[in-house]
């Protein structure tokens, strides 16, 4: 694939435009054609990986890695939401990054009203940043404007965003798979390579919903259930980091 740098800023972008998307240069993008590298293992540098302390760290592996990109699914009803709070507010306590929250299903009000509840303290601290959006190049461009410095995204959830340009619904195969790319090329084409967490919905056959190139796509996978008693189960699918098969229980009700 193609991929244009900006010879003022450095920065790389998928697309051609006009003006830097990152430094508005004027007409300052040249195209570039990555060649491909042939390695040994000696020539590869390993760094170790940073991990955000979070309340699920016995799945984690020890925490949240720096730069991956886990996907937390789980049965309707169980709690996403509301882990995905509880992990932003933890991560905050401990960390000077920012966090930004994109719910595609909810408005602000039920989002601050949930943070109240479970997670008071995101309510004042300015790293903590919403957007309520439904449409994924709309999504894109907030996290471009967004994105200049190391942070970590949540997105809340993927099935129920919308290309504006398809005529599918939400959550349908081609949508879910436009929106990974998405996500994924942030992680290919920017300095700073961002932390995603993105909850995917799961039906009660405890499937996750959509094509399975959304697990093959993500480092991490995380399944969230409720069980008889109402306690909460969660369960590590994947992960390339650490051991997969953790299963752990939340005595908490959601």
């Known amino acids: 694939n193609n991929l244009y740098i900006c010879k003022k800023c450095g920065n790389k972008q998928l697309t051609f435009s006009i003006k830097c998307l990152y430094c508005f240069g004027y007409l300052t ?3 570039i054609t990555p060649q491909p590298q042939i390695l040994t293992l000696d020539q590869i540098e390993i760094s170790e990986i940073k991990k955000f302390k979070t309340p699920i760290d016995e799945n984690l592996n020890g925490g949240l890695p720096s730069g991956s990109m886990t996907v937390l699914a789980g049965v309707p009803g169980a709690g996403k939401s509301t882990l995905a709070l509880e992990i932003a507010n933890q991560i ?10 994109i719910s595609s299903e909810e408005p602000p009000e039920m989002i601050k009203l949930r943070a109240t509840r479970c997670a008071p303290e995101l309510i004042h601290n300015e790293n903590f940043k919403i957007l309520c959006e439904t449409i994924t190049e709309r999504i894109r461009n907030a996290i471009k404007t967004i994105l200049t410095q190391e942070m970590i995204i949540i997105l809340d959830s993927i099935n129920a965003v919308q290309s504006g340009n398809s ?4 959550g349908s195969p081609s949508n879910i798979i436009k929106a990974i790319n998405m996500l994924h090329n942030f992680r290919k084409t920017t300095e700073f390579k961002p932390t995603f967490l993105i909850i995917a919905h799961a039906n009660k056959q405890k499937a996750i919903a959509g094509p399975l190139t959304l697990q093959h796509m993500v480092d991490i996978v995380l399944f969230l259930d409720i069980e008889k008693d109402n306690s909460r ?13 953790i299963k752990t229980t939340f005595n908490q009700s959601y």
């Open 167 to 170: 005529k599918s619904a939400p």
């Open 233 to 245: 189960t969660l369960t590590t699918i994947k992960n390339r980091f650490g051991p997969a098969g």
């Open 29 to 31: 993008l040249e195209k």
């Open 92 to 101: 905050l306590l401990s960390e000077d990054i920012p966090i930004f929250y």
